[in-house]
């Protein structure tokens, strides 16, 4: 009898596990797709009464196209592609959503990740989202729960992350962007609600410069609204997928990385998007173009010494 009801016992916890892979599955499936999109920030709350808050920004970017890449019941990797118009469209950031993850790239700040180990309970039943720059330089990661909860399908978590394009572009007053990230499905598509701290890290301690209140919006649309975007991917994923593999093989073997931000007056993204073009126009023979990826990548890295992994 006691065997028994252990393995009724057994049999409900694995149902429930897989009912909860299974559901996360869905969840982000419905982040892909063709939307409407429109970034909108706000920073709303200064301890210093002396600074002076930056004008609230209205990105509207026109269309955003959301591919899978690559689908399985335990990883799910999606591009994001900004179609501007039907001749421009821009290589966005990457998301990667992976299962019960075991461990993470957490951000230290000054463009420097240390892998961390994740114990099992701190990841059973939840997924973990990945952020990928648009060079496919690492971003941030987090670990969470999707949830229903008022009629609404939600994941958050918060992170530490380097500071986004829109920010390190213009400013060098803070230096980590500690993200509250809340992505919200509803029957239009989905908003990406965030409450960012900007922070001042130095010598272990953390000074708050300003909080930032953040509300990306993507609405379905019809996909030949992004047919352009379809397009650009078909002739360019190549190039990318190669790209990605770089730096794949440099963090499975690195316990740590440390980035340069600029080379040359430019970021990794300015060689890339110059090279993926010269790729797709013939300039570069496919024979020599893993070589010219890593040649770019690795000039980027502080320390090639290949670590030893504890995976």
Known sequence: MKNSILFVA???????????????????????????VQFKYAETFSPDEDYKF?????????????????????????????????????????EDWTYENPQLFVYKGGLKWEKTALKPADVKGKWTQTVWEVSEAPRYQGVSEWIKTDKKIIWENTTDAPLPRREYSVRNDY????????????????????????IIREGGAD????????????KRIDDKQCAAGFAYW???????????????????????????????GKYLHDYLFAQAKDFAGGKIKDADIDASIRTSVEKFFTDTKQLATTN
């Not at 029957?187 to 965030?194: M, N, P």
């Not at 708050?208 to 993507?218: A, M, P």
């Not at 790209?243 to 316990?255: C, F, L």
């Open 234 to 264: 078909k002739k360019n994923k190549l190039y990318w997928s190669k790209v990605k593999a770089v730096w794949d093989d440099y963090m499975a073997k690195h316990s740590s990385i440390a980035i340069k931000d600029k080379v040359d």
């Open 175 to 198: 230096n980590v962007m500690q993200r509250g990230n809340r992505i919200i499905i509803n029957e239009e598509g989905w908003i990406h609600d965030q409450d960012n701290k900007k």
């Open 10 to 36: 057994v049999m409900l916890v694995s149902s429930t596990a897989f009912s909860q892979q299974q559901e996360g599955k869905k969840n982000i499936e419905k982040l892909c797709g063709c939307f409407e």
């Open 54 to 94: 930056h004008n609230r920004e209205n990105l509207a970017a026109g269309a955003e196209l959301v591919v899978p890449i690559e689908m399985s019941d335990k990883k799910i990797s999606l591009q994001h592609l900004l179609v501007i118009s039907d001749t421009l469209v821009v290589k966005h950031w990457r």
């Open 207 to 218: 000074k708050l410069l300003v909080e930032e209140k953040g509300i990306n919006s993507y």
